[in-house]
């Protein structure tokens, strides 16, 4: 059986207290399941701003999409996600990446460093907080137990690999970073690219006991009866691709509601996304499709 589908929405666009408690409100009232932040210089910075949904919401479980590993210590990072987890009651959970941006390295006077680089300094910061939080002297203590839920987001080899050794949740970016590019520009991965990616990841993770929950990142969210009058206005940021080509990214949903419910269905059954995350811009546009797909 298909894992229950699961909803999240990455807040990015910071907001004075009441602003920021007040969407965070609007997204538990609209049914996601996960609130998220990411972790990028001019965003909200990532454990106040959880403590602080979790303040104005009961329900959803509370997340970092993802922590840039390179921006953080780990005993100072374990330090904050037990006492994050402990003053949301447990409804944290923890996502890591590498960073993919150098300029906000070289904003932050941090080495950026290769893509081997990168993961062997986020296989670091996992090992090390693994044994930091499970150890009975850490101090403080997080409130879940054995551990709080790890995330890991990546589509390379190493990163896959990484994930299917320790992570919860397996998050699946549906892009890959432009190679040169100093502000993180990002391309997306086709239909059959990810089929690949999937493929990979199953293989390095079939010794598991337990199977990891599938993310994917939607980048493009648009309800409308014309399909291909929507997207038009993205073509110039993949000019490679055709209407149809856009409209075939995993990443993209497009159509009627009841054409996005199927495409995620669809989308379940062919890769294993049960859980699914949308940017804070299209926070209200997706909530029919989670009323819809609730509990599917």
């Not at 006492?83 to 070289?106: K, Q």
């Amino acid at each position: 059986m298909p894992r229950p589908f699961r909803f999240g929405v990455n807040l990015t666009v910071p907001a004075p207290a009441r602003e920021w408690r007040a969407k965070c409100r609007r997204a538990e009232e609209l049914g996601y399941d996960v609130i998220l932040v990411p972790d990028h210089l001019g965003m909200v910075a990532p454990f106040p701003a959880l403590v602080a949904a979790a303040e104005a919401t009961e329900r959803p479980r509370l997340g970092t999409f993802v922590l840039n590993a390179g921006f953080w210590n780990p005993a100072l990072l374990a330090r904050e996600v037990a006492t994050t987890d402990a003053l949301t009651g447990g409804r944290l959970e923890l996502g890591l990446g590498t960073g993919y941006v150098p300029a906000e390295h070289g904003t932050a006077g941090l080495p950026f460093g290769s893509p081997r680089e990168r993961v062997d300094r986020l296989r670091h910061t996992v090992e090390k907080l693994n044994r930091l939080l499970a150890s009975a002297e850490h101090r403080p203590r997080p409130a879940q137990r054995p551990r709080v839920p790890l995330l890991i987001g990546g589509n390379g080899d190493r990163m896959l690999r990484l994930a299917a050794e320790h992570a919860d949740i397996a998050a699946f970016t549906g892009a890959r970073s432009v190679p040169g590019s100093a502000s993180g520009q990002l391309t997306p991965v086709t239909a059959e690219e990810l089929d690949e990616r999937m493929a990979r990841y199953r293989r390095l993770a079939a010794g598991r006991a337990e199977p990891a929950e599938l993310n994917l990142l939607l980048q493009i969210v648009v309800v409308t009866e014309d399909r291909e009058a929507a997207v038009r206005p993205f073509l110039e940021l993949v000019p490679h691709l055709t209407p149809e080509q856009v409209l075939d990214l995993p990443v993209v949903l497009v159509g009627t509601r009841e054409q996005i419910t199927a495409q995620l269905l669809e989308r379940r059954e062919r890769y294993g996304f049960s859980y699914l995350t949308v940017l804070e811009p299209c926070m209200e546009v997706f909530a029919p499709v989670v009323e819809a797909l609730r509990g599917a």
